[in-house]
């Protein structure tokens, strides 16, 4: 069941983001270094992704690889 | 999944989806805060030169895709409404301006680009979004604000720009 | 040979969820090479990604390892072969407002394993833009057979569960945590690899059975990444990985990475990784006699290891002239050698020595990816 409890808590968080107002410490218009491309987490997913292929084909951890965000936060 | 878990679950994620929905416009009467900036020109221009017409606030940056993409249609605004009394000024909020000038470049525009590197009108007007569009009346009032831009929504500013060209200064 | 490791094609899934704006339409074509351990691997791959009306995104992979294995386990146990995976993959991605909701399908197949994924995510950027939460679910399938024995057929179930949160903490620092759980039932092991026991009648001293497995597998990964805009034109990056799983595998995985660009059209970026682990609790590599436990494994991807990576890329951006479709263009080339030492695994090929005084063994692989990249 943990793994339930565990959607079931982020879930919770994911909606709690559409009501909050907090006041951002970096403005939209701030983000210039943030939305650079080299500031990505991920430039080029075809490479990164054979990687880690390379990797956990041959290693016995696996997992947590990914992160999603930063950026222009535009729109 | 458990039986106890699916419920809740699915409120939360319904909750969740319908509080993302975001936010397009507001209606304000209050005086648009003025400003006087550098233009690429290198000549000042403030908001209370343009009294009297109907005047859009654009603020962008060159890093910032869906400003990029938003140019061209307020390009093309621009040049329709400019003789009926349409005035416009996009804000770059960017540090410096070599990355600005190098897309202007390659994106030519006719309105005016004005340059506020230190950030002191996008906090004056609370830019929460980008690009963020701004539309002040006649009287120098701020009347609508569009934070974010979408492909198609310029027929809103067309809107309300054609609305308040028809008010009297 | 099941060589690749099932959980490996996961991974080709893209996964792209940055909410409020769909990443750019983009297709990349990549041949990679892969030569180490008596292993050579090559194969072209290829991803496309389109979005529409700036609220949906469509995706399609295609790869392909071509491999030509005369690897330690081969070679001591069976004889050099050929063989070719092919995987396929498909993508939706719909956005709205600053929710970003995404489907991934892949399918890999090669002459004695087939396995099939799908993949659900959801994504938000919430407090002013600056957190992104991503909740994802992948499922899998896979099918497992035997070359040369028509009445094997077994299966592998595979849940994970995983969530991502990244944080923008100042205007030149973004940091990311990310948790995953992974779940496998069914036929772990391999159909054809060998465990081995002290023979005292074989000619050798040692002889070989069939490794045995449990059932089920649960891993859990935690990592922590933060990447950080310099003072000038360049990017330094850190990771940290925790591993555990219920075969009491032990992984710590630590990298660090610097971009910089050069100029307007290069970016050079080097990186150096390191990843530790210790042995499945019922590993061995040489069992005192036949039959020793209820479960036994030889696999060095489970023995007590450590590999040492450092890597550099070279990236080309440029306008093409001739593909006027194309907004902007790059050529990329990356390398890296990694170094794979075994603390209890033996290389066999050294005869002749009392069994379990075989030096341990070590090799260096090298991998390389060329590819070309269009935005339209």
Not at chain 3, 61 to 88: L, N, W
Not at chain 3, 256 to 284: L, M
Request: aromatic share 14%; charged share 25%.
């Amino acid at each position: 069941m943990r793994p339930a409890r565990l959607v079931l808590a982020a879930l919770a968080l994911l909606a709690t983001g559409g009501c909050s107002r907090v006041e951002p410490w970096v403005k939209p218009y701030e983000r210039e270094n943030l939305a650079d491309p080299i500031m990505s987490w991920d430039r080029d997913p075809i490479s990164s992704s054979y990687m880690l292929h390379v990797y956990e084909s041959r290693e016995g951890a696996r997992g947590a690889a990914g992160a999603a965000g930063g950026g222009c936060g535009c729109n | 999944m458990n039986r106890m878990y699916s419920f809740p679950t699915a409120l939360v994620a319904a909750a969740m989806v319908a509080l993302a929905w975001p936010v397009l416009a507001s209606d304000a009467t209050a005086p648009a805060p003025a400003f006087t900036l550098t233009s690429r020109a290198g000549k000042p221009v403030s908001l209370a030169d343009l009294k009297g017409q109907v005047v859009m606030i654009n603020f962008w940056a060159s890093w910032c895709g869906p400003c990029r993409q938003e140019f061209p249609a307020l390009d093309e605004m621009y040049r329709k409404y400019k003789p009926m009394g349409f005035e416009m000024v996009a804000i770059n909020v960017e540090s410096e301006k070599a990355d600005a000038e190098r897309f202007l470049g390659a994106t030519p525009v006719s309105f005016q680009i004005l340059f506020d590197p230190d950030n002191k009108v996008s906090g004056s007007y609370g830019v929460s979004a980008m690009p963020t569009t701004f539309l002040v009346d006649r009287q120098g009032r701020l009347r609508w604000q569009h934070r974010a831009y979408k492909p198609g929504d310029e027929a809103a500013y067309i809107e309300q720009i054609r609305a308040m060209l028809r008010e009297k200064s | 040979m099941q060589l690749i490791r099932r959980i490996a094609l996961l991974v080709l899934l893209p996964f792209a969820a940055v909410a409020g704006v769909l990443p750019d339409d983009r297709a990349d074509l990549m041949y990679h090479y892969y030569d180490g351990g008596g292993v050579t691997i090559d194969g072209p791959s290829l991803l496309v990604r389109k979005k529409f009306a700036e609220k949906y995104a469509v995706d399609a992979s295609y790869y392909v390892d071509m491999v030509s294995s005369a690897s330690i386990d081969v070679i001591t146990t069976a004889s050099p072969y050929k063989e070719e995976r092919t995987q396929y993959g498909v993508g939706f991605e719909y956005l709205r407002g600053k929710v970003t909701y995404t489907a991934n399908f892949s399918n890999s197949s090669e002459n004695d394993y087939t396995a099939d994924t799908a993949s659900l995510a959801i994504s938000q950027d919430m407090f002013g833009d600056l957190t992104t939460v991503s909740l994802y679910f992948t499922r899998g399938w896979d099918d497992v057979t035997r070359r040369g024995d028509a009445t094997f057929a077994e299966k592998v179930d595979r849940r994970i569960y995983g969530v991502d949160v990244s944080q923008i903490a100042t205007k030149k620092l973004i940091v990311g945590l990310s948790f995953e759980t992974i779940t496998e039932e069914g036929f772990l092991n391999n159909p054809y690899r060998q465990v081995r026991f002290v023979d005292p009648d074989a000619a050798l001293g040692y002889s070989y059975e069939p490794e045995r497995y449990p059932g089920t597998r649960t891993g859990n990964a935690l990592a922590i990444r933060g990447r950080w805009y310099l003072p000038y034109r360049a990017a330094i990056e850190g990771d940290y990985r925790f591993y555990t799983d219920t075969w009491d595998i032990l992984g710590h995985t630590a990298e660090v990475s610097y971009t910089q660009p050069i100029f307007d059209e290069w970016t050079f970026d080097v990186h150096a990784r390191f990843y530790t682990q210790n042995s499945a609790e019922f590993y061995s590599d040489l069992y005192p006699r036949e039959n020793f436990q209820n479960f036994l494994a030889r696999d060095k991807e489970l023995a007590s290891m450590t590999s040492m990576t450092l890597g550099f890329g070279l990236a080309y951006e440029f306008k093409p002239g001739r593909l006027e479709f194309l907004d902007k263009a790059a050529l990329n080339f990356r390398f890296d050698r990694i170094h794979f030492d075994y603390d209890d695994f033996r290389d066999l090929r050294v005869t002749g020595v009392p069994p379990g005084s075989e030096p341990l063994y070590n090799f260096d692989a090298d991998v390389i990816r060329l590819f070309f990249s269009g935005w339209f």
